[in-house]
């Protein structure tokens, strides 16, 4: 027996298991660890010896034969020894991502990171990240930076800052000539005044701030601590002393950015290059610069519609595939909520191209409640800052961005300033139709401002036969949807309102069939006209004229679609007006321009030719407008002439044969007013006529208008008397059989080309938005040397009075049924009915109740108590408890409200509760005798409503 052998028999070993190794024992713990350790130690030794590339392999040997509980062992071992999730962003994340982050900096706030570390000291001083601070209170270098040299900016804006070197409007435009809102003298003087006593307040709280800072500065600090930093989200309660303080400091800071606001720099020209003076391209574009084709091709498209457009879901469902639509309230937001909306829509990309759907005119945009932007308030700061960040999401001009204003301000020299405007302060392209069609939104399908594109503007976000079907069928899809608004509302309440508004909106559509409907009409319209005309030739073969007129009105409609296609296709000398070196011709005198130039001057014969073919362009675009106006007028008598034939003529036939259907003065109350006005239309009609048949670039329409303007009592009286007209018309519904026989045959007929009596007394109301519209554009095409500019001038202010006098009268109804609507709604509702109260926005919450008060606030619990409806006014806060009944079998719901309080909005209160793992999205609603601690579904609905509301109480204590 060897000597191994006994050893083994002396340990007993033979008794042992063993696995792999004959040496390693597992039933003996004591010598498995000691053999263990032996083991490891001797691996170490090796390790020891070994080259870093043998020791790699031995790692990556060892890690290959771990199982997953040990490489996870082994990952938290590393992640507690080397604490990688406290790494320094601004060494993992690529530059660009860190400029960003840092970008959302105040200026203390980055003079404090300067002072973390070197790597954040060279970010925090790059000019990207200070330029755009100091242009916009109009503090500019004197000098263009080397390309090697940053914190220029920094510096610049310390100096300023030190020296409070911020300019005011008056010295801005004085520098810099920038777009301020015009001003009176006393205006002036007060302004004055108020920067005197500005500048004052702000020294003495400099110098107080000085002292406090040295008061209470650590011995080791400089005294500047960063607590901006350590605040929360918002601002928590403030005591009523406090109050004042933070007040009277936000009113200071406020009126100083504002003020500043007004300083913004000027651009050159509209259509050159859009950039500030002194910045390279470069440097303006900062990080964000990209002039990869590739990516200009990846930027996408968006759209915002507004949901006062009429049958906008139908709009959303034409919106092309690929194509970002962001449906908003027109009523209940504010600029910057509709900002958020953009911003979140882009999810941080930039637009190739940014359309804005809304109601408006030729003079100004209806973008929301309270929001129409046009000349007088487009340079206030709320706007002008709306209008600069929205700019800012869209791809600069030179790579072929653009905003495109669905609203026709380029029929109207007030629409053609606020687009310039526009173009001024954002360095972005605005566009907007040139259309002078009349009738509902036809104005989207015409001609187009500013350059040619590939394609028109309307067919880079829809779908041109849905957007034709709904500009033609508006009207009546408007009405349809409402009932299925009615149905289709409750169940899609969970859905986001673009995905809900597109199911409608193609539901309606593949219902209906529009596209067919539309086809047809247009065959039965040809055949009906071709019918006529072989009434008139009493022709020998029939079929062979029929046939031949059809083949001449399909060619000649090709014609026309060829035409406009080249209008559309045209450069933009045709579409956006007269370019920069053509408006400078316009504006010198000719005479002085051909005496002053040399007759052989080579560019004296090509100025000349340009100025000839301006005047003939204005001249053809004048006439086109008059014959518009004639068609359109034609049109409008027609529609009061089959309110005579088929309504009038009859009842009077029927009374005079003692058939009565209905009595002479139903008759006369329902329809002498409306035929007053045809006898007014047909003379104004005559007159047109009559100024058309001889028409010359020499002759005047104002002066028809003029007249026509001065006898507009007629509509008055047809206005004030047309709720009892209405009412008259359902009482005798209701009460005569006769009459009720009489409208069921007469209604929605060919003949009345498919529209009810009440549907045909709309067209007098509407008529007056055509005739502003057309006067515009008249005046635009119009020279300032011609006879007719002064009388249009006369004839516009008559008509537009008139129209805000209508349009006046149609916001009170509104508000008088919205008010009814609401107030039958709730339970227990006190009366609602005041002069000038309109609803903003309701808004759905849960009244929550706080368990322990004591508690901090990160730690306190909440539970549900009730559900709440919130009616904001703009005078007044009304809640309500909502409470939600379900009806068997049934998967809708059926919500009541009752009444709970009403507080005035100068008198209510707001503080944000920031998020915990507790609660999130609450706030609390604090009145003179409660308090209601809400909170809402999302955090987006938190912010649209707490901005609504914030604004809605500031806009009432100004007032």
Not at 717 to 739: G, Q, S
Request: with cysteine.
């Amino acid at each position: 027996m060897s000597a191994g052998d006994s050893s083994r028999k002396t340990l007993g070993m033979e008794s042992y298991h063993t696995r792999f190794s004959a040496w390693t024992p597992f039933s003996n713990k004591t010598l498995n660890r000691q053999l263990f350790q032996e083991r490891v130690a001797l691996i170490s030794h090796w390790f020891d010896l070994w080259t870093n590339k043998q020791r790699q392999e031995f790692l990556f040997t060892i890690f290959l034969h771990c199982t997953k509980s040990q490489l996870r062992f082994v990952q938290d071992w590393f992640s507690e020894r080397m604490h990688v999730a406290k790494v320094d962003f601004s060494t993992v994340l690529p530059r660009f991502l860190s400029l960003h982050i840092f970008s959302f900096l105040n200026p203390k706030d980055l003079c404090v990171a300067a002072q973390v570390s070197w790597p954040w000291k060279f970010l925090t001083e790059q000019d990207c990240l200070w330029m755009p601070k100091c242009i916009r209170f109009g503090w500019f270098l004197p000098y263009a930076p080397a390309d090697n040299e940053y914190g220029a900016w920094k510096h610049h804006y310390v100096a300023c800052v030190s020296n409070l070197d911020w300019l005011t409007p008056r010295e801005a435009a004085a520098v810099y000539g920038t777009l301020n809102e015009p001003k009176t003298g006393d205006e002036e003087l007060q302004e004055r005044q108020r920067e005197k006593c500005l500048r004052k307040v702000i020294w003495e709280k400099i110098a107080l701030r000085k002292k406090e800072l040295l008061r209470v500065r650590p011995p080791w600090g400089s005294g500047t601590r960063c607590w901006r930093l350590l605040e929360s989200r918002y601002q928590p309660r403030l005591s009523q002393t406090s109050r004042g303080r933070v007040g009277l400091q936000e009113a200071v800071e406020k009126q100083l950015v504002s003020a500043s606001l007004e300083a913004l720099p000027r651009r050159s020209k509209v259509s050159g290059s859009h950039s500030y003076p002194l910045l390279s391209k470069k440097s303006w574009r900062g990080v964000y610069k990209n002039d990869d084709s590739s990516s200009r091709a990846s930027q996408p498209h968006i759209v915002l519609i507004s949901s006062r457009i009429p049958a906008y879901e139908v709009v959303v469902d034409s919106v092309r595939a690929g194509v970002i639509s962001v449906v908003y309230e027109h009523s209940g937001l504010t600029l910057e909520s509709l900002l958020y909306l953009v911003e979140k829509a882009l999810d941080g990309q930039r637009a190739q191209s940014l359309g804005v759907f809304s109601d408006g005119n030729s003079r100004e945009i209806h973008l929301l409640q309270g929001y129409k932007i046009g000349i007088k308030n487009l340079l206030r700061p709320e706007a002008r800052d709306f209008w600069e960040r929205l700019g800012s999401y869209v791809a600069p001009e030179e790579e072929g961005g653009h905003v495109d204003l669905f609203v026709p301000l380029g029929a109207s020299e007030a629409g053609m300033e606020v687009l310039s405007q526009l173009s001024q302060l954002t360095g972005t392209l605005f566009t907007a139709p040139t259309g002078i069609a009349t009738g509902s939104y036809q104005h989207i399908l015409s001609d187009w401002l500013g350059r040619p594109w590939e394609r028109a503007p309307p067919s880079i976000y829809f779908s041109e036969s849905k957007l034709q079907v709904w500009s033609s069928l508006t009207d009546f899809l408007e009405d349809t949807l409402k009932s299925a608004r009615k149905q289709l509302s409750p169940l899609f309440k969970e859905l986001q309102k673009n995905i809900s508004g597109r199911m409608i909106g193609q539901f309606v559509f593949d219902t209906m069939n529009m596209a067919n409907i539309l086809n047809n009409q247009g065959i039965a319209q040809a055949l009906a006209e071709g019918l006529t005309e072989l009434s008139k030739e009493n022709s020998d073969k029939p079929l062979e004229f029929l046939s031949y007129f059809l083949l001449k009105k399909c060619s000649k409609k090709s014609k026309d679609l060829e035409g406009n296609v080249v209008l559309t296709e045209r450069g933009p000398e045709a579409a956006s007006g007269p370019s920069a070196k053509e408006r400078n011709v316009m504006e010198d005198n000719p005479q002085d321009k051909k005496s002053s130039r040399s007759q052989n001057d080579p560019n004296f014969e090509v100025l000349v030719q340009l100025e000839k073919k301006l005047q003939v362009d204005s001249a053809e675009k004048r006439t086109k407008v008059v014959r518009e106006l004639l068609q359109s007028e034609r049109r409008y008598v027609q529609m009061l002439e089959m309110l005579r034939d088929v309504y009038v003529t009859p009842l009077r036939a029927a009374l005079s044969s003692n058939r009565a259907i209905l009595s002479a003065a139903n008759i006369q109350i329902i329809f002498s007013d409306i035929l007053q006005i045809l006898s007014l239309n047909r003379q104004f009609l005559d007159n047109l006529r009559d100024r058309l048949r001889e028409w010359g670039p020499a002759h005047c329409v104002g002066e028809i208008f003029t007249k026509f303007g001065s006898q507009l009592n007629t509509y008055t009286n047809f206005f004030n008397n047309y709720p009892v007209v209405l009412k008259t018309i359902e009482k005798c519904r209701e009460m005569m059989p006769a009459f009720r026989a009489f409208l069921k045959r007469r209604d929605k007929t060919v003949v009345t080309k498919m529209l009810s009596l009440p549907e045909l007394l709309l067209y007098p109301s509407r008529r007056f938005e055509e005739y502003l519209n057309l006067l515009y554009a008249l005046r635009l095409h119009t020279p300032a040397e011609h006879v007719d500019r002064g009388t249009l001038t006369t004839a516009i202010d008559h008509i537009k009075k008139y129209k805000d006098y209508i349009d006046q009268m149609k916001q009170d109804i509104n508000m008088k049924e919205q008010l009814s609507d609401i107030q039958r709604v709730i339970w227990g509702c006190p009366p609602l009915s005041e002069v000038n109260r309109y609803l903003i926005r309701v808004q759905d919450v849960a009244q929550l109740h706080c368990c322990d008060e004591e508690r901090s606030s990160s730690s306190r619990l909440y539970e549900h108590t009730r559900d709440l409806s919130l009616f904001l006014f703009n005078d007044a806060l009304l809640v309500s408890n909502r409470s939600t009944s379900h009806t068997p079998f049934e998967r809708t719901s059926k919500s009541t409200h009752q009444f709970i309080a009403s507080v005035a909005l100068h008198r209510l209160l707001i503080e944000d509760i920031s998020d915990t793992k507790y609660i999130k999205n609450a706030f609390i609603l604090q009145g003179p005798k409660c308090e209601w601690i809400c909170a809402t579904e999302g955090e987006d609905d938190k912010f649209l409503w707490l901005s609504v509301l914030q604004n809605a109480i500031r806009s009432s204590m100004e007032k």
